[in-house]
């Protein structure tokens, strides 16, 4: 593979970091290629040119952006193989599941729950907020909070965890 030369657009101290950075992230030769070209970008796009700042400033200025732009590399990578294993659960496969799990298991584990565990697992079905919850039960979101934790573990216990949403 040929890699990209960024001769008169960065130096080789800015070109270094960018590499060790990314290195340090876990990020491939290929996606700091990547990158690095995006790095370039938004220093060219800058009003105020990136080479008439003095090199104090670039100094303290350049690991900020790279660590900004690679973070950002890394939750668009995580967001893309989230909806890649969403994409690969199929509506048979879905529909097999749910005749794996039978009614009645569902129903015992809603009998263990109290009435307010109850009450606010009816709620998140409905689609309601944290906040509307406690707004609802007159009572803090973290009250909310704690106790959708444990009907969480309640339902992982049970072997129903890929039926919880984040």
Not at 4 to 9: D, H, M, R, T, V
Not at 49 to 73: G, H, M, T, Y
Not at 132 to 151: D, M, P, T, Y
Request: contains cysteine; glycine residues 4%; negative net charge.
């Amino acid at each position: 593979m040929t890699r990209n030369s960024y001769e008169g657009l960065l130096e080789k101290w800015e070109t270094n970091l960018i590499e060790r950075r990314a290195k340090r992230m876990g990020f491939n030769l290929t996606e700091t290629e990547d990158a690095m070209q995006e790095i370039v970008i938004i220093l060219l796009q800058r009003e105020e040119s990136w080479w008439e700042v003095p090199l104090e400033n670039r100094q303290a200025l350049l690991p900020a952006i790279v660590d900004n732009i690679l973070c950002k590399v890394i939750r668009n990578r995580s967001r893309r193989q989230r909806r890649e294993r969403n994409a690969s659960i199929t509506e048979d496969a879905l529909y097999s599941d749910v005749e794996m799990i039978r009614a009645t298991d569902i129903t015992s584990i809603i009998r263990r729950l109290n009435c307010h565990q109850r009450r606010i697992c009816t709620m998140l079905a409905a689609g309601c907020s944290i906040n509307n919850i406690a707004l609802e039960l007159s009572s803090g979101w973290h009250v909310v909070r704690r106790e959708i934790e444990k009907i969480r573990i309640i339902f992982e216990e049970a072997g129903l965890d890929m039926w919880l949403e984040e």
